[in-house]
């Protein structure tokens, strides 16, 4: 059974930082595509980052320059490293995860097969 499970969520004031992890499993193969994504309710979800298993990664103009998103060596761990985080940020992050096929931001929730539970990220000011 394919799993994603999120960590790494909390609390942290403004212009502060804090660490996303996802980890995959049920997979015979690492996911082809890992992402990140957010919502705050009422919202549509948001995409944030992605990194393709051989490396490649693609961000969204808001997060550019200060989010980086990463894999460990087995490319079954995601890591999304956030800085200089603002009080809109606050919202519930998601990792998800797809198969072959586009892996940038372009890529809408509606295209990613597998989604983790979320992790609450709450930004004071």
């Known amino acids: 059974q394919v799993q994603l499970v999120e960590s790494g969520g909390g609390s942290v004031q403004a212009g502060g930082g804090l660490t996303l992890s996802c980890k995959a499993s049920?997979?015979?193969?690492?996911?082809?595509?890992m992402g990140w994504f957010r919502q705050v309710p009422g919202n549509e979800r948001e995409v944030l980052a992605t990194?393709?298993?051989?490396?490649?990664?693609s961000y969204a103009d808001s997060v550019r320059g200060r989010f980086t998103i990463s894999r460990d060596a087995t490319k079954m761990i995601s890591y999304l490293w956030m800085n200089s985080l603002k009080p809109e940020e606050t919202a519930i992050y998601y990792c998800?995860?797809?198969?072959?096929?586009?892996?940038?931001?372009?890529?809408?929730?509606?295209?990613?097969?597998?989604w983790g539970q979320g992790t609450q990220v709450t930004v004071s000011s």
């Open positions: 998800a995860a797809r198969g072959l096929g586009l892996c940038t931001v372009e890529a809408g929730p509606g295209l990613w097969n597998n």
């Open positions: 049920g997979y015979t193969t690492a996911p082809a595509c």
């Open positions: 990194i393709r298993r051989d490396g490649p990664t």
